[in-house]
T-cell receptor
Framework: GEDVEQSLFLSVREGDSSVINCTYT??????LYWYKQEPGAGLQLLTY?????DMKQDQRLTVLLNKKDKHLSLRIADTQTGDSAIYFC??????????FGSGTRLQVQP | EAGVTQFPSHSVIEKGQTVTLRCDPI?????LYWYRRVMGKEIKFLLH????????ESGMPNNRFLAERTGGTYSTLKVQPAELEDSGVYFC?????????????FGQGTRLTVV
């Protein structure tokens, strides 16, 4: 299977919360990241969490890490149409390169 | 400050032809990475330069791919000869050399289509 897995698609209504999930296999990942890609743009770092933390909050974003289950999630509160994008989770491995998931396309309905 | 820039943004070539992608990292960034996303799948690591040296090229698919970073500034990724399965979006990223969790800044990617 893939090293990092994500569901492909999520649709929510504007104002609702979005939760994007990710599972990974490499327990040696020291940092875990969430990137956002808008159409025609590069990857933008949204937030990250160190592997010894279990939660990090940054304004509308909340990252939860369950290291035992190797599960990472990104919650976006009060989702806006501008949040529509592809979201990638990624882990930093010992070789200092990122291992990405396949991305979750978030569609926000007005 | 200019971000990571990649050129071209799109390229359509025929199977068997050669294509060269270019990446200009953020000035002063010694780390430079190439990644590729094929057909909506995961983004995969290709290789990592530290200045002009190849630190890790374990992700390069085969010897049709050649990456260079002469002088430790911009980098090129040449595909010769291109095959259909090389189609995808090629991303470049750069970061400062130093602490482990140094943020990597990504370019907008080059969409390569081999027909």
């Amino acid at each position: 299977g893939e090293d990092v897995e994500q569901s492909l698609f999520l649709s929510v209504r504007e104002g609702d919360s979005s939760v994007i999930n990710c599972t990974y296999t490499d327990s040696s990942s020291t940092y875990l990241y969430w990137y956002k890609q808008e159409p025609g743009a590069g990857l933008q770092l949204l937030t990250y969490i160190f592997s010894n933390m279990d939660m990090k909050q940054d304004q509308r974003l909340t990252v939860l890490l369950n290291k035992k289950d190797k599960h990472l999630s990104l919650r976006i509160a009060d989702t806006q149409t501008g949040d529509s994008a592809i979201y990638f989770c990624a882990g930093l491995t010992g070789r200092r390169a990122l291992t990405f998931g396949s991305g979750t396309r978030l569609q926000v309905q007005p | 400050e200019a971000g990571v820039t990649q050129f071209p943004s799109h390229s359509v070539i025929e199977k068997g032809q050669t294509v060269t992608l270019r990446c200009d990292p953020i000035s002063g960034h010694d780390n430079l990475y190439w990644y590729r996303r094929v057909m909506g799948k995961e983004i995969k690591f290709l290789l990592h330069f530290v200045k002009e040296s190849k630190q890790d090229e374990s992700g390069m698919p085969n010897n049709r791919f050649l990456a260079e970073r002469t002088g430790g500034t911009y980098s090129t990724l040449k595909v010769q000869p291109a095959e259909l399965e090389d189609s995808g979006v090629y991303f470049c990223a750069s970061s400062h050399l130093g602490q482990e969790n140094t943020e990597a800044f990504f370019g907008q990617g080059t969409r390569l289509t081999v027909v």
